[in-house]
């Protein structure tokens, strides 16, 4: 383990920015955090967590898939596809590195998707651990530990300084890179710091939220359930769970006309929208409670049924924050059968 003062910790960034983009979370005007690309005299947020999750940084809320230009009858295929510079990314929580896990299964298998596949290589993941958790947190529900968490990189910040362990082999090439500006240590300060935020964890409302009624399975005893009706009654279909989802990876791909051709990008999609998956037939879903219902359902039954019971929610509290009308994936299990457990 090395460490380095929290003085030092701008002379960190300038050393990792020397050789990689490196993206950090920032405060911004409106109160909120963003991760952004660092440079001199940008300030590292103390936010417990951003609006939009890192998943932007490897699967971007819009991306260029390809163009085409066309000539008379002549039509040119152009790959717009650029080598991804290495990159880090620092201050993930735990629980968005979790949902890493969960984005991989979906983009990291066959057929792989290049564009995530590229930037997944590419980029090293500092994580760093919580010390003041929200109420709205509960990754400890889906087993994720915000007192460990593990990226390429594990970092904890304690009052005056900035602990590091490598855990991959990215991890340590970037470690290397930093050892003039840190120093080997012990790791008491690590566990204590890691105690608190375990006693703090035990103490949350959501602490104790069951998952035992989810899970793969589980489709013919809950697709029906009359609970859906009114759970879903009120939602606006808005999308913003969706988009503040650190494990959301539906995509739409659109075609914009530049007047002597076409670029063809990708942007996120809702599940919750009414034109979801529309296809030349029509449309799959066409109520709200149906949209609704697979929304939960795809992160607390199929996806699980499909990876081995990993659940598709990392209890990061984004959308119990940000929901206009208050609905979320906590009331939907608490509803539904998971109650919380003594
Ligand atoms: S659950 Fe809330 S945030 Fe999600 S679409 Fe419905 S109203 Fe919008
Ligand atoms: S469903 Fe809500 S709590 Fe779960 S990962 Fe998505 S935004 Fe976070």
Request: one cysteine or more.
């Amino acid at each position: 383990m090395r460490k380095c003062s929290l003085n030092a910790v701008n002379e960190v960034f300038a050393e990792i920015a020397k050789a990689a983009k490196l993206y950090l979370p920032v405060d911004q005007a409106d109160g909120s955090a963003a991760f952004k690309e660092w440079e001199n005299g940008v300030t590292w947020s103390s936010a417990l967590n951003t609006v939009k999750s890192p998943k932007d940084l490897f699967f971007p809320q819009t991306e260029d898939l390809m163009a085409f230009k066309t000539e008379g009858k002549s039509i040119e295929v152009i790959d717009t596809r650029r080598e991804v510079e290495d990159f880090v990314v620092f201050g993930v929580r735990a629980c968005d590195v979790k949902s890493f896990e969960i984005l991989d299964r979906v983009f990291i298998k066959e057929p792989v998707d290049s564009y995530y596949a590229s930037k997944r290589e590419k980029g090293v993941i500092v994580a760093l651990a919580c010390t003041k958790p929200s109420e709205t947190c509960f990754c400890t529900a889906f087993g994720i530990c915000a007192e460990e968490p593990c990226g390429d990189v594990s970092a904890w910040k304690t009052e005056d300084a900035l602990y590091f362990r490598a855990n991959t082999e990215k991890g340590e090439a970037l470690m290397k890179r930093l050892e003039a500006l840190t120093e080997e240590c012990g790791e008491d300060a690590v566990n204590a710091q890691k105690e608190k935020t375990a006693q703090i964890m035990k103490k949350l409302p959501l602490a104790k939220l069951d998952t035992g009624a989810f899970g793969g399975g589980k489709t013919e005893q809950l697709f029906n359930a009359p609970e859906w009706d009114e759970l879903s009654s009120a939602c606006l279909g808005c999308g913003t769970c969706t988009f503040v989802c650190p494990t959301c990876q539906c995509y739409d791909i659109k075609d914009f006309n530049t007047g002597n051709g076409v670029i063809r990008y990708r942007c996120w999609d809702s599940c919750m929208y009414s034109e979801f998956t529309k296809m030349a037939h029509g449309n799959n879903r066409l109520t709200q409670k149906e949209r609704f219902r697979q929304r939960f359902m795809h992160k607390l039954v199929y996806y699980p049924e499909n990876n081995d019971g990993l659940f598709s929610c990392v209890g990061c509290g984004r959308c119990l924050a940000k929901c206009p009308i208050s609905m979320n994936i906590v009331k939907v299990m608490k509803k539904l059968g998971g109650k919380d457990s003594e």
